[in-house]
């Protein structure tokens, strides 16, 4: 075993000294509010200045791509927080104007790919930013004209109904083509 370890242990020592052997220079230090000896360039400071574009959706007023985003919407289970139609569940409704992070669509383009602190979720890794894109789509025809598959009753009734296990009283929708 010492047959192992001394030459280690002697390295170790050998290095330990070479180290503290090695040509100290004593420390200079600079007299207080003495000007720098160099002009240290701080190098580009990141930015233009200016604030940050604004991005546009390239899918808004579009209806198919609304259509596709309502798709998302229940895929990804957005609906099992945010309520079938977006009426609201254990996340906030995305029906009524209230806005936490902003209504504009870059905004909820960023609450949905950055993710907000009180529980929403960041898919910005998951969901192709043109997906998102499409789901802000159609987030933005909810309470519009356009919106797709629009509730057909005032939401607390349709929950009442299914919460209680009856189905609805009106007809279910017809089918889109
Ligand atoms: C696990 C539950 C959950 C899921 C799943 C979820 N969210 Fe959220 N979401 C929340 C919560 C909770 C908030 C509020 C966060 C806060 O207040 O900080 C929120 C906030 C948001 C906001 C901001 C609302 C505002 O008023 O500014 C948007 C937009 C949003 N979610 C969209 C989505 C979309 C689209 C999906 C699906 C891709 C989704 N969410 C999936 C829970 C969820």
Same mark, same amino acid.
Request: proline share 7%; with cysteine; charged share 10%.
């Given at each position: 075993m010492s047959s192992v370890t001394s030459p280690l242990v002697a390295f170790a020592t050998a290095l330990a000294l070479s180290l503290m052997g090695c040509d100290q220079q004593p420390l200079e230090v600079a007299p207080a509010g003495a000007a720098s000896a160099t002009e240290t360039a701080v190098g580009p400071i990141p930015g233009s200045g200016q604030p940050l574009p604004v991005r546009s959706n390239p899918y808004a007023g579009n209806p198919t791509a609304a259509n596709e985003g309502y798709q998302f919407f229940?895929?990804?289970?957005?609906?099992?927080?945010?309520?079938?139609?977006?009426?609201?569940?254990?996340?906030? +409704?995305?029906?009524?104007?209230?806005?936490?992070?902003?209504? +504009?669509?870059?905004?909820?383009?960023? /609450?949905?790919?950055?993710?907000? /602190?009180?529980?929403m979720p960041s898919w910005g890794t998951k969901i192709p930013e043109q997906q998102i894109w499409k789901i802000v789509a159609y987030i933005k025809t909810i309470n519009t004209p356009s919106e797709i598959d629009p509730p057909t009753m005032p939401l607390a009734t349709q929950q009442a109904h299914e919460a209680s296990g009856n189905p609805p009283a009106s007809p279910p929708p017809a089918p889109q083509p």
């Open positions: 229940s895929w990804y289970n957005c609906s099992g927080c945010h309520g079938v139609h977006g009426g609201g569940g254990m996340g906030p +409704s995305l029906r009524d104007p209230v806005w936490i992070y902003g209504g +504009s669509p870059d905004q909820v383009f960023a /609450s949905i790919s950055e993710g907000r /602190s009180n529980g």
